[in-house]
Structures are given as C-alpha cells and as structure tokens.
C-alpha cells in the first residue's frame, strides 16, 4: 500500500507515544505495584450478619499492627460512619454491600472501589496529611444516591 | 419522495425527536445541579429524568440516526437497499420498543439510569422495550449486509465504494457488540425481572454490559468517521488524502473496538488485574486508528484549504468554509474529539483511572466524545442531507450557521468544570453536588454552577437544530432534489478489492480477540463460587 512520507512520520510518532504510555504503565504497575483494585473475593449478601466480620464494622489492629478497615456500603450510608485512623500508616479497607452496587471513593486519595453484592472490595492507601476526608458513593444506587457519604478522620501521631 | 428516502427521512425523524425530548431532560437536570429552583426539582424527577436523557440519547438518537446514515450510504453507493420491507419491519420494531421503554421510564418504575446494572431492578417493560429496540437494530444489520452481499455478486472484485465499507464496519461493531448485550438482557436480566429466576449476579452482568459498552462507543463513532472521510474532503472543496489507509483505519476498529471493556471495569472486584491490564493494551491499540484520522482528514482539510487559494503554514485554515454548517460542525467536532480522546487516554490508564473513576470527569469526558464529536457531525450532516434528498431549502440558513459555534461553545463550559470537579472528585449521576454542606464539597459548587450555564447554551443550539430542520420540512417549499456526492480520493486506489476489503475475514480474526480478552475471565466467573443477588428497586 503507498502511505504518504509525512503520514507514515506520524504513524510510527502515534505508535511511540501510544508504546510509551504502556511502558509506563506497565512499568509503574511492576515497580510500583500501581494496579487498580482487584480483589477477588465473594461473600453471601444475605447473611452479613451472621458472624462476618462485616457484622461489626469498624477499624482492626492486626497483631502485626497493620490496620484494616472494615466496612459496609447500604442504600445510602457508610457503615461505620465515622472512621478514625493515624496519618503516615497504610491502610487496608474491605468494603461490601448487602443491596445494589455503590461506590466508595475516597475524595483526595487513589482509592475509588466498586462495591457489589456478593463480593469484597479491598483498596489500599497511607493518609499522608491530617484532617477530615470527605467519603462518596459514585456509583447510583437509588434516590438517596447523592445523600450517601461518610467522613475519615486522620489524626497526627500522638 | 422515493422509497429510499421515505425509508432513510422516517429513521431521521425518530432520532430528531428523541435528540429533542433528551436535550429538554438534559437542560433541567444541568439547572437542578445548580441548586436553581424548579417546581418539579426533585431527586426523585431528577434521576428519571438522567434515565431517559441517557436512553434517549446515547440509545435512540444515535441508533435511529446511524440507520438512516447507513440506507442513505447503501442506497447512494450501491444502488440498492435489499429487502426494504424488512427495513420497515425494523423500524417499527425499534420504534415501538422505544416507545415502550420511554414510557416505562416516564412511568417511574424504571429509574435505573441507562446502564441499569443489576441488581438495580426496573419494570420489565423497560427491557422488554430495550430488547425491541435491539432488534430492530438487527434488522438493520441484515439489510445492510444483504445489500451489500447483492452488489458485491453483481460487481465481483470491485472495490467497494469506501462509504459502504465504513458503514459496513459499523455493522460489524454493533452485531459484535449486541451478543455480549442479548447476552446479559435476554439470558440474565429479562427471565429475573419477570420473576422466572430470584437472583442475578452484578459483576457477571456487567462484564455483559461492558461487552457492550465499548463497541458501542464506536458504533457512534465509525458512522461520524464516515462523514469525515467520504464527505466532508468534498464539501471542504478537496479531496480525501488516501482511500486505501482509510480502510485499513476501518478494519482496526473492527479488530480492537470489543476486546477492551475491562477498561470500564478497573474498580470492580471478582476480576484479577492481568486481565484488565490485558484489556488495557487493547484499549491503546484503538486510540491508533483515531490518531490516523486525524492526521487523513486534517491533510484533506489542508488540501482543500489550499486549492482554495491558502497559503503558508497555517493560511489555508481561514480559507475553509467556516460559515458553511456541516464542515464547521465537522471542524468543530475534530477539535473537541482531540480533548475528549486525550481524557480517554487518562481514563484508559490501569491505574490512573482511579483518579476519575465514576467522579464528574467521566460525564465531561462522554459529553465532548459522544455529545460533541459524534452529535454535531451528525447535527452538521442534517443540514446538508436534508435539503438534498427533500429537495427543500434551509429555512433559517443563519441559525444553521451560528448552531455549531454555539454547540461547541456551550459543550466547553459544560465539560471543562465537569472535568476539573472530576479531579477534585465530585461523583458523577448525583442530584446536587452539596453533601450536607460538608466542606470538601463546596469548591464543586462554583464548577456546577459554570457548566449549569453551558447546559443552557447548549439547550438553545439543540432548540435551533431542531427548529431548523423542521422548519425546512414543514415550511420551504419542495425544488429540485440533488445528489449525495462523496469525496473523491487524491490517489486513486488500485482496481479492486484488497486484503482490507475482506470484512469477514477481519470479522473472524475480531472473534478470536473477543475469546482471548473473555473466555477465560467469564469462564473464572462463572465458575467461581459466587452469591448472587435478588433485585432492588430504590425508586
Ligand atoms: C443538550 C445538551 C446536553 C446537556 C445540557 C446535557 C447535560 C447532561 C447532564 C446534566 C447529565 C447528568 C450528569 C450526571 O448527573 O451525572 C447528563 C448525562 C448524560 N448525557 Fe448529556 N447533556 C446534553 C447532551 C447530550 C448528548 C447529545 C448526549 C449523547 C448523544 C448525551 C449523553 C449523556 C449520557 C450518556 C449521560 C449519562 C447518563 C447517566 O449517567 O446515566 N448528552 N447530560
Ligand atoms: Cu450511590
Ligand atoms: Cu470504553
């Protein structure tokens, strides 16, 4: 096929900038572990209650001192609605719902999860400053979507 | 009127409409956003209203609107439209099942926004109707197909005109595209919502749905293309740069368009990250074809800028046809889809894309992709095909003019705050942006408030689209008809078909991508032990 010079210059410019921004990811994704959440893990919806740990939502301290932080999304509130964590720790959240999809999406930070019924939702992050961070659900769930938010906490070491 | 056109102008008229009653919903949910009091401002009204503006456009605008495009095309190319009784039997189908799914929608019991993931549960008549629509569009493909088939026996190793093969292409993206939709409808969702099955799992349909989603986007996108390869060199007053490169960019997106729908997918648990880095390089592979584009149309454009007396490096810009409506809204288009496919590579990116993920960028991101690049070429090529086929001048020639500026206009401040919001994560698809007062939330207020502005804008260009045309229709006396002319290529191509002619071939090998990218993670998902879900209706 006869490709014109100029078109053929731009061809391989677009193929080495299409093949930079995937070495870049994929480089980022080995060194870095930047991957998006992938948790693959399922749960009964319908039984929550009955002695998961999403019974009793809340932060736990593992004995190594690792933080997760267990909570559940439900036509329109956070569960717990409050969470208090220290700043500068990497922090482990697990996430599920016993109704329709939701979002958690930690505004100011690199953790946005979709949460479905029937699986568990995990996302990492380190809360590098201190304050009040501002949790939205960005997936729709019903009439009340746009009311269904949360707050964390981060408090300066003691 | 000839039956071709009847057959061509009745498809345009549902997609007119539908364009008019979703740019309405879209004008009072820009304002209820911006805290502006309307009688009917209710959460309630609002995420209906999201609902049908959603099916409305992004469905029924553009699926009546790119079955028109592809009669016009066979029919002008071609010479043929094979079973046109079939045609009618697939417009009444899709016309009646949107008829159904609008008043569902209307109704209340269906407010599960357009991509009505599950368990979200809506009346049943919402996927009835939607199913109808579907296979109306099927239809379509079949008498597309069909007629091609019929030339290509009476003009063996002819090559096909490039217009038909466009379209053709976006024959092919849409029947791949629809299993993986008849799929999740008519297997997983319509036997749930009417009570036959108790329960559906969300992350199994969804990766259905985003089967779907993707070729969808390049099923709007393929048609536009059309345009701006076979038509607008011409009106332009040039010629397209190169015929045969022009299919090779068809066949890619034939190959790439459905392999990707991980990329909509990064946030959901239940699929590991290999596979969604896979659909990743996929996903990088189609913006490849895009950027051929835009280098083929944009050196047609300076050759036609040229033959019209321009000279240097950028003096051929101003001597193109700025006032003339289908080459502003194509030029127009090019530079908005320039954005939008720069966001799409940020939304693409394995990791960055949890940055954006569902905030307010995502709803700029469609708007300048969809609602721009595909929506006002289209509006452009209604102004120039309606007075051709009708034989009716434009009634108010001015407001043709002024109409693409306006949209592009009133599409920058809707999208850039959407987009900026995005970043300092306000979600998309929510009522009001305010969150109780909460702080974090209220440096979104403003951006809000600036794209509520846009939304009027744009609502005033969709009303001036819309009366135009109608007025043309109802008003201007009928004259002489003229033909579709198409651009024609400055090389000729060699005589006839080559390898990039062979669609089926290309179709097969698009197959093979689709089980790489799916077999095995829908075969995990489907086997792994799961709990899925009985159906919710919060509304
Ligand atoms: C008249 C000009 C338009 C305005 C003012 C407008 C405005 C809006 C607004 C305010 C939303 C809701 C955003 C949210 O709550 O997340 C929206 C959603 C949407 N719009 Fe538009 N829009 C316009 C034209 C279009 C066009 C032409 C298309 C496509 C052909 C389109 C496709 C969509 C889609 C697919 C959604 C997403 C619905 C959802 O999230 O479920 N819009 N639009
Ligand atoms: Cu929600
Ligand atoms: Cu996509």
């Known amino acids: 096929m006869q490709v014109d010079r100029y078109e053929r210059y731009w061809m391989w410019a677009a193929s080495g900038m299409l093949a930079l921004f995937l070495v870049a990811i994929v480089v980022t994704a080995v060194s870095g572990g930047a991957h998006p959440p992938s948790h693959v893990e399922t749960i009964n919806p319908e039984t929550l209650d009955i002695g998961t740990e999403f019974a009793t939502p809340g932060v736990v301290t593992a004995p190594d001192g690792s933080l997760t932080v267990v909570m559940r999304a439900e036509l329109y509130v956070f569960k717990p609605d409050v969470v208090r964590l220290p700043v500068g720790r990497p922090v482990r959240f697990r996430i599920t719902t016993p109704d329709v999809l939701h979002g958690f999406q930690i505004v100011g930070t690199n953790v946005n ?45 003691p | 009127m000839t039956p071709a056109v009847r057959l061509v102008l009745s498809h345009f008229w549902v997609a007119v409409a539908a364009f008019g009653v979703g740019a309405m919903m879209a004008v009072m949910q820009a304002l209820a956003r911006a805290g502006v009091e309307l009688p009917f401002g209710t959460a309630n009204l609002y995420y209906l209203s999201v609902t049908a503006h959603g099916v409305l456009l992004a469905l029924v605008f553009t699926t009546f609107f790119i079955m028109a495009l592809g009669y016009l095309v066979v029919e002008t190319t071609l010479g043929r439209i094979a079973g046109p009784s079939w045609a009618w039997a697939g417009f009444w189908l899709a016309s009646i099942g949107t008829v159904i799914t609008t008043v569902a929608i209307l109704s209340g019991t269906s407010t599960v926004l357009y991509t009505f993931y599950p368990p979200l549960l809506a009346h049943p008549a919402f996927y009835i109707g939607a199913t109808l629509l579907v296979v109306g569009s099927w239809v379509w493909c079949g008498v597309m197909i069909a007629s091609f088939v019929s030339w ?13 093969h466009g379209m053709l292409t976006a024959v092919i993206i849409w029947i791949l595209a629809t299993a993986g939709l008849a799929v999740e409808v008519v297997i997983l969702i319509l036997p749930w919502s009417v009570g036959l099955v108790d329960r559906i799992d969300p992350i199994v349909a969804r990766t259905y749905f985003w089967w779907f989603g993707h070729p969808l986007t390049y099923f709007w996108l393929v048609p536009a293309y059309v345009l701006w390869y076979t038509m607008i060199p011409r009106v332009a007053g040039g010629k397209l740069f190169s015929d045969a490169l022009t299919r090779v960019v068809f066949i890619q997106f034939i190959l790439f368009s459905t392999p990707v729908g991980f990329h909509h997918q990064f946030t959901d648990p ?15 592979a ?52 320039a954005l939008g496919g720069f966001g799409g590579a940020i939304n693409a990116a394995y990791a960055m894309n949890a940055m954006i993920h569902n905030t307010a960028w995502v709803q700029g991101h469609f708007h300048l ?21 009708t034989g009716r001048a434009l009634v108010w020639p001015r407001v043709a003019s002024v109409q693409p500026y306006l949209w592009f206009i009133g599409m920058q401040f809707f999208s850039i705050p959407s987009h900026i919001a995005g970043l300092m994560g306000m979600p998309r698809r929510v009522y009001t942006g305010e969150f109780h007062g909460i702080e974090a939330a209220q440096a979104w207020i403003p951006l809000v408030n600036i794209s509520a502005v846009g ?27 003229r033909p579709i002319e198409y651009a024609e290529p400055m090389v000729a191509p060699p005589d006839g078909a080559s390898l990039w002619d062979r669609l089926g071939l290309w179709t097969a090998v698009a197959i093979v991508l689709i089980i790489i990218a799916y077999a095995q993670p829908l075969y995990h998902l489907h086997t792994m032990a799961r709990f899925p879900s009985r159906g919710f209706s919060p509304f």
């Open chain 2, 369 to 389: 992709t969809v609602g721009t690049a595909v929506t006002l070429s289209f509006m452009g090529f209604s102004y120039w095909m309606l007075p051709r086929v």
């Open chain 2, 455 to 481: 939304g009027v804008i744009l609502f005033v260009s969709a009303m001036c689209w819309v009366g135009v045309l109608a007025g043309t229709m109802f008003v201007m006396p009928r004259g002489a008809t």
């Open chain 2, 286 to 337: 189609i913006m490849f074809p895009s950027l051929v584009t835009a280098f083929t149309v944009t050196a047609s454009l300076e050759y036609a800028g040229r033959a019209r007396g321009g000279a240097g490096t950028f003096g051929w810009i101003g001597k193109l046809p700025w006032s003339d409506p289908f080459f502003s809204s194509v030029a127009l288009s090019m530079v908005t889809f």
């Open chain 2, 270 to 284: 239940g699929i590991a990250g290999g596979w969604k880095l896979l659909h990743t390089f996929t996903t990088y």
């Open chain 1, 113 to 157: 999860l979709t949460v479905a019924p029937g699986y568990v939702s995990e996302g990492t992050t380190t809360f590098t400053e201190p304050g009040e961070y501002l949790v939205v659900c960005n997936e729709y769930c019903g009439l009340g979507h746009h009311n269904m938010y949360s707050r964390i906490v981060v408090e300066a070491a």
């Open chain 2, 152 to 164: 290509r026996r009476a003009n063996r190793g002819t090559r096909p005109p490039l217009a038909a």
